[in-house]
């Protein structure tokens, strides 16, 4: 089993920036990947970022140059600059073990608006 606990999340003026943070608990040893999805109203959840074990990251088009990951499998940041207000949504943080496992944070509300 494995715990997540995110922070950070709030309002923040368009071109702004906020910085996501995530803990993770339980068995470490597990997980061989973490991440950020967000899951804006009326829309499916969707890949924001990822980072592995050994440190490969991977981006959505739509953030890379703006937003950027980093961490551990313990500790994970999303550094989220220039935001714009599609932005807005809930960031989940995200774990998958080596089984391919997925485990899910509750949710931070990010919102982008003037």
Request: hydrophobic share 35%.
């Amino acid at each position: 089993q494995v715990q997540l606990a995110e922070s950070g999340g709030g309002l923040v003026q368009p071109g702004g920036s906020l910085r996501l943070s995530c803990t993770a608990s339980g068995n470490i040893p597990s997980i061989r990947a973490t991440g950020w999805y967000r899951q804006a109203p009326g829309k499916e959840r969707e890949l924001v970022a990822t980072i592995t074990i050994g440190g490969i990251t991977n981006y959505a088009d739509s953030v890379k140059g703006r937003f950027t990951i980093s961490g551990n499998m313990v500790t994970l940041t999303l550094q989220m600059n220039s935001l714009k207000p599609e932005d807005t949504a809930v960031y989940y943080c995200n774990a998958q073990t080596w089984s391919l496992k997925d485990y899910w944070g509750q949710g931070t509300q990010v919102i982008v608006s003037s």
